[in-house]
T-cell receptor
Framework: AQSVTQLGSHVSVSEGALVLLRCNYSSSVPPYLFWYVQYPNQGLQLLLKYTSAATLVKGINGFEAEFKKSETSFHLTKPSAHMSDAAEYFC????????????FGKGTMLLVSP | DVKVTQSSRYLVKRTGEKVFLECVQD?????MFWYRQDPGLGLRLIYFSYDVKMKEKGDIPEGYSVSREKKERFSLILESASTNQTSMYLCASGDSTEAFFGQGTRLTVV
């Protein structure tokens, strides 16, 4: 069984401030982990993924995430927020062996103020 | 450029109607998925398919069925639409390391 918990349904930051979106997972087997972004009335776009290579993963638009096995976490960060980063962000987990489906967290809405 | 195409962006249907949501992918993926997205609940898996004519129930299959006659096409069927099926529906295709999503279909059942 696998699950994802995203802490905070809404996160507000000022433009230029650090972005930190939290994700904790549970998985009975080694996981693959993902962050997706969704802009209003759009589908999901992959930001970055961890697939058991480097634990610090860099993605698009300046985002990165670090896989910490001891903390079962995969938090998403960006050093300096832009207005265009305002969107909903989803963390997801799947198993890294064989076929498996993605399990998503409930999402975190990022609000960026000028 | 990878592409998952959902046939409609917006749909309005009446209670009791049979509704078909179509999804086509051009990446030759074996795996395809239908998710439902509701505010505060995230994405929930309805059905998935790992091969032509194969289907597996996800977490919330009640009231839905699916069809996969060809590798590139995966259809979600609402046998008798109800108001509680008003939602955003997202189709995806992928492998074990990534899933690609369509733009979504916002279905309203009145």
């Amino acid at each position: 069984a696998q699950s994802v918990t995203q802490l905070g349904s809404h996160v507000s930051v000022s433009e230029g401030a650090l972005v930190l979106l939290r994700c904790n997972y549970s998985s009975s087997v080694p996981p693959y982990l993902f962050w997706y972004v969704q802009y209003p009335n759009q589908g999901l776009q992959l930001l970055l993924k961890y697939t058991s290579a480097a634990t610090l993963v860099k993605g698009i638009n300046g985002f990165e995430a670090e896989f910490k096995k001891s903390e079962t976490s995969f938090h998403l960060t960006k050093p300096s927020a832009h207005m265009s980063d305002a969107a909903e962000y989803f963390c997801a987990v799947t198993q890294n062996s064989g076929y498996s489906t993605l399990t998503f967290g409930k999402g975190t809405m990022l609000l960026v103020s000028p | 450029d990878v592409k998952v195409t959902q046939s409609s962006r917006y749909l309005v249907k009446r209670t009791g109607e049979k509704v078909f949501l179509e999804c086509v992918q051009d990446m030759d993926h074996e795996n395809m998925f239908w998710y439902r997205q509701d505010p505060g609940l995230g994405l929930r898996l309805i059905y998935f398919s790992y091969d032509v004519k194969m289907k597996e129930k996800g977490d919330i299959p009640e009231g839905y069925s699916v069809s996969r006659e060809k590798k590139e096409r995966f259809s979600l069927i609402l046998e008798s639409a109800s108001t509680n099926q008003t939602s955003m529906y997202l189709c995806a295709s992928g492998d074990s390391t990534e899933a690609f999503f369509g733009q979504g279909t916002r279905l309203t059942v009145v």
